[in-house]
Every structure is written in C-alpha cells, then in structure tokens.
T-cell receptor, first 115, second 113 residues
Framework: EAGVAQSPRYKIIEKRQSVAFWCNPI?????LYWYQQILGQGPKLLIQ????????DSQLPKDRFSAERLKGVDSTLKIQPAKLEDSAVYLC?????????????FGEGSWLTVV | KQEVTQIPAALSVPEGENLVLNCSFT??????LQWFRQDPGKGLTSLLL?????REQTSGRLNASLDKSSGRSTLYIAASQPGDSATYLC????????????FGTGTRLTVIP
C-alpha cells in the first residue's frame, strides 16, 4: 500500500514570496490533514478535510494560508505571502474515517525555509 | 484545552538497556492515544495505537500502556538498539470531531553503541 505522498520535499523562499505544497493521501482515505511542525515542537493542525469539505480550519492563518482538496483526493496548501515564522515542516496525513479508532498516517513532510 | 507533555525532552542510553518514555495529558476524555516515531528529516511513523478501553498494546520490542484516569501513557522499549534513535511523539485523540488530535513535543532518544 502506497503511503502519503508529498512534494516538494524541500523549499527555500524569500519572505513575501509564495509557495505551494501538494499532498496525495493513501487511496480511499476520506480524511486529510495538514499539520505544521516548527522545530522542537509537536505538530499543530492547520486544516482537516473530510472528502472535499473542510471540517476544521480554526488554526489556519487565513490571511496568508489557503488549502483546497478538489475532488476529495489530492490537496494543496498555499502560503502567500510567506513570513519568516512560517519556516517549518508541513506534514500531510490521512485516515480512513474521522472516527476515533483509525490510525493516522503521515507523509514525510515538506520542509520550508523562509529567508 | 487538551495539553500533552512528554518528559524527558531528551534521553541517552547505552545499547541493550530497557527504557521508558512518558506522556501525560490533562483531559482524560480521550478516544485513543497513538505513539509515533520521527527520524531526522522524515515524517511520522505510527508505532502503536491504544484505544481508550485498552490498557496496553505490544509490537515487537515496544509496549505502550495507557492509564486514562490518571492521564498517563508510557512507551517501553526493550533491549534498545542504535536504530531506535529517533524522536518519539505521543498524540491523544479526543472525542470525534474537529481538531481532535493533540501532540506532545516529543522525547529525543539516542541509543549509544
């Protein structure tokens, strides 16, 4: 079974530029998550999708971050304009249901450095 | 709000030693708890998932326990190996709903050959 795929793996941009990350979840997984992990901290949820609808985006900085999941499969996370404090790993994860019993599977992350 | 704490933040042990990593959470109303491993430059790999009705789960040299009433979980690693060196994160899942997975900050484990 293929895992959660993310690209690009690494990105360096200047502040005020824009960046987009792509995620392909495990086939058949209805729930998709984007997490932000700052160095030395645990992951923090940015947005959660159930199929192509948003379940929770309460911690997404909507003035600069946006995400979409067209057709309920792949998802993109965009940052525009980027700030220095956006330097982090952006982790995509998926699970088969929003119910509590299911393991969440993570991708390898997209590492962003804003200079 | 749920808060998850992992102590110690870092741990170094000689190869072959048994060790215990700790995770505590403030709100005992959880559905399950999951332990993850994170290698440098990598994403998170799920190790063990314990449902709230369970007391422990085992996989190979790993054993995770859950005491929901006291808000604690431990991850026991037997006969540690250098390949076990990584950061270990615990995450608790509250009742089904939005933003329901809360992570600790992790314990960075180094196993010295």
């Amino acid at each position: 079974e293929a895992g959660v795929a993310q690209s690009p793996r690494y990105k360096i941009i200047e502040k005020r530029q824009s960046v987009a990350f792509w995620c392909n979840p495990i086939s058949g997984h209805a729930t998709l998550y984007w997490y932000q992990q700052i160095l030395g901290q645990g992951p923090k949820l940015l947005i959660q999708f159930q199929n192509n609808g948003v379940v929770d985006d309460s911690q997404l900085p909507k003035d600069r971050f946006s995400a979409e999941r067209l057709k309920g499969v792949d998802s993109t996370l965009k940052i525009q304009p980027a700030k220095l404090e956006d330097s982090a790993v952006y982790l995509c994860a998926s699970s088969s249901l929003t119910g509590s019993r299911n393991t969440i599977y993570f991708g390898e992350g997209s590492w962003l450095t804003v200079v | 709000k749920q808060e998850v704490t992992q102590i110690p933040a870092a741990l170094s042990v000689p190869e072959g030693e048994n060790l215990v990593l700790n995770c505590s959470f403030t709100d005992s109303a959880i559905y399950n708890l999951q332990w993850f491993r994170q290698d440098p430059g990598k994403g998170l790999t799920s190790l063990l998932l314990i449902q709230s009705s369970q007391r422990e789960q085992t996989s190979g040299r790993l054993n995770a326990s859950l005491d929901k009433s006291s808000g604690r979980s431990t991850l026991y690693i037997a006969a540690s190996q250098p390949g076990d060196s990584a950061t270990y994160l615990c995450a608790v899942r509250r009742r089904a709903g939005a933003n329901n997975l809360f992570f600790g900050t992790g314990t960075r484990l180094t196993v010295i050959p």
